[in-house]
């Protein structure tokens, strides 16, 4: 209950990739939460939907003194990343090393899922006033 309650009060929503590891058939999610309490760390699925919860406390030496320039989130946060395909539940793994967690969720056998690569070419070109 406390997961759900969270997901509706989280203060900020910290930065993610998504990636297709197509080697070892799975989406690779990692999350940068640095300074995040571990055991605080918590995720579920709500249908195709990655539900990534967490809390980030504000260290002592933060709690004094004046901001002059205020960047780091402190406090609930989550993160909801919609899949592109359908994973399967039972097989995910999750690590949390330097501040980054890591969840990989294998595709689901069957489910297609396309990649494409492309290339970009940039002409440019001077004129001369």
């Known amino acids: ?75 609930d946060f989550v993160k909801r990343i919609r899949l592109p395909v359908s994973i399967n539940c039972n097989e995910v793994s999750a690590t949390y090393e330097e501040g980054l967690l890591t969840i990989v969720a294998p595709i689901e056998p069957g489910a297609y899922l396309t990649t494409q690569k492309s290339e970009l070419h940039l002409v440019i070109t001077r004129t001369h006033s």
Do not use: C, H, W
């Open 1 to 75: 209950m406390e997961f759900v309650a969270r997901t509706r009060l989280a203060a900020f929503a910290p930065n993610a990739d998504v990636l297709v590891d197509e080697e070892q058939q799975a989406i690779r999610v990692v999350i940068e939460v640095a300074g995040a309490e571990a055991e605080s760390l918590q995720f579920g699925f709500d249908g195709r939907s990655l539900v990534i919860a967490g809390r980030r406390r504000k260290p002592r030496q933060i709690r004094q003194g004046s901001f002059l320039q205020k960047e780091i989130a402190y406090g």
